[in-house]
């Protein structure tokens, strides 16, 4: 698989790096009061994995990596229809 540009891909499905690393180390650490339960958390990233706008696990319509984004209970789909 081409790392560099992976339409429909999350992070955790590109080449294992430092930098992706990184980001998984994050997204374990963030507070359990804070963080998106596991079945919504995997809910939101099948949304993604079907939107047009998931380029390289980066959503175009806000630049977050929706890992992130989804990862974060308060978080929400920036799309102007809210998918999540
Ligand atoms: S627009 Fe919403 S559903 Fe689409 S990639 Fe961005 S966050 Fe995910």
């Known amino acids: 698989?081409?790392?560099r540009f992976c339409r429909k891909c999350l992070m955790r499905d590109m080449a294992?790096?430092?930098?992706?690393?990184n980001l998984r180390d994050y997204i374990d650490a963030v507070d359990r009061e804070l963080k998106t339960e596991a079945d919504e958390y995997e809910r939101r990233?099948?949304?993604c994995r079907e939107c047009?706008?998931?380029i390289s696990g980066m959503c175009i319509k806000c630049g977050c990596y929706?890992?992130?984004r989804a990862v974060m209970k308060k978080g929400y789909c920036p799309d102007a229809d809210r998918k999540w």
Do not use: A, K, R
């Open 1 to 3: 698989m081409d790392s």
């Open 52 to 54: 047009d706008s998931l």
């Open 16 to 21: 294992e790096n430092d930098y992706f690393v």
């Open 45 to 47: 990233l099948g949304i």
């Open 66 to 68: 929706v890992e992130l």
